[in-house]
C-alpha cells in the first residue's frame, strides 16, 4: 500500500517513533538498575510485542534471554472477546526466573491478567509487566503493571506492531485506525 493510501487510513498520531524509543531508553535503564544481578527473563507476547522487544531489549545494557508466548483474544476485530487461547506457549523453565511480560498495549486487562495468573503456577520468582501502551478508560480488570511506556485515550491503534487484520503492524508510530476502515 502507498503512504498516502495509509495516511487516508490513520485519523490521529498519538505516538510518534521518536518518542516511542526515548521511553524505551528510560524504561530501559529503570529495569537494568531494578534487575541487576538477577536472572532476568523477558517474555513477549506474541505477535503485537514484536516490535516493542526488538527495540526494548536492544536498548538493555546487558545480553538477556528472551521467549514468547501466542495467545488471542481478539481475532479480526477490534474488541476484546475476553477469551484467551494459547497458540504457542513458552520453551523457557520459570522456576527460579524473575519474569517480565512485555506487552504492546493494556486495553481491557483481561489477557494480562490471565497470563499473570498463568505465569504465577509455573513457580517463575517474580513477574512483572512492562506494557509500552495502556488504555485507562478500556480497563476491565486491574492489572499491576510496573513500567507502562504511555497512557492513551480509548480508541483503538495500529502500528508499531499494532495490527488491524494482520495489517499496519510495521507503521513506526502508533496511530488511531479511522473508524472508516473498520466499519
Ligand atoms: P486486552 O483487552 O486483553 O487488554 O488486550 C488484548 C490484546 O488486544 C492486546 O495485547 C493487543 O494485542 C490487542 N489490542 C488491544 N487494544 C488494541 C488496539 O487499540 N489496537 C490493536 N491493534 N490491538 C489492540
Ligand atoms: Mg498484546
Ligand atoms: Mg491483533
Redesign the pocket.
Known amino acids: 500500500m502507498r503512504a498516502a493510501d495509509i495516511a487516508d487510513q490513520l485519523s490521529t498520531v498519538l505516538v510518534t517513533e521518536e518518542q516511542i524509543h526515548a521511553k524505551l531508553d528510560e524504561i530501559a535503564a529503570r529495569v537494568a538498575a531494578d534487575y541487576a544481578g538477577k536472572d532476568l527473563l523477558l517474555i513477549g507476547?506474541l505477535k503485537?510485542a514484536v516490535m516493542v522487544m526488538a527495540d526494548f531489549s536492544r536498548a538493555l545494557p546487558e545480553t538477556v534471554p528472551m521467549d514468547w508466548m501466542a495467545v488471542s483474544?481478539?481475532g479480526a476485530a477490534?474488541k476484546?472477546s475476553g477469551v484467551v487461547q494459547i497458540r504457542k506457549d513458552l520453551d523457557t523453565d520459570l522456576h527460579g526466573k524473575h519474569v517480565l511480560i512485555v506487552?504492546?498495549?493494556?486495553?481491557?486487562?483481561?489477557?494480562?491478567s490471565w497470563l499473570l495468573e498463568n505465569f504465577a503456577s509455573r513457580g517463575a520468582e517474580s513477574i512483572e509487566v512492562f506494557a509500552l501502551l495502556r488504555?485507562p478508560d478500556?480497563a476491565k480488570v486491574h492489572v499491576d503493571c510496573k513500567y507502562i511506556g504511555f497512557d492513551i485515550p480509548n480508541?483503538?491503534?495500529?502500528g508499531y506492531g499494532?495490527?488491524?487484520a494482520e495489517g499496519y503492524r510495521n507503521l513506526r508510530d502508533v496511530a488511531v485506525l479511522a473508524p472508516h476502515v473498520y466499519s
Do not use: M, P, Q, R
Open positions: 507476547v503485537g483474544s481478539y477490534t476484546s506487552e504492546d498495549i493494556i486495553d481491557s486487562g483481561l489477557t494480562l488504555k478500556a480508541e483503538f491503534v495500529v499494532l495490527d488491524y
